[in-house]
């Protein structure tokens, strides 16, 4: 029995040049997380990530953002979670075979 979640597939959606962009971003943000905590304050850790911050959206610098490891997981997470919660809720309930 295995999992239906397949994962993302964003990183064959990425542009040829990725590597030069991905390294334009990380040093643009100081190679600093750029994750604002609930106390405003901006966090501290190492950027090791680049994150669309609009999902799915434009690959240009205005739309990327460095982040570290685990702030881009969380995110991603997060976005995974509320993309699967939206297609749960837009398939027809199962019918019972009984009702049938």
């Known amino acids: 029995m295995g999992s239906h979640w397949q994962g993302s597939n964003r990183r064959s959606e990425l542009p040829s040049d990725w590597s030069s962009r991905r390294q334009a971003v990380l040093a643009r943000d100081g190679y600093q997380c750029t994750w604002i905590e609930s106390t405003s304050q901006r966090c501290t850790e190492k ?29 991603s997470s997060a976005e995974g979670n509320a993309a699967r919660l939206r297609l749960s809720m837009k398939r027809p309930k199962p019918r019972h075979p009984g009702l049938i």
């Open 47 to 75: 950027a090791t990530d680049v994150d669309h911050i609009i999902p799915g959206g434009s690959h240009e610098p205005a739309n990327l953002r460095a982040l570290c490891s685990w702030h881009h997981s969380r995110k």
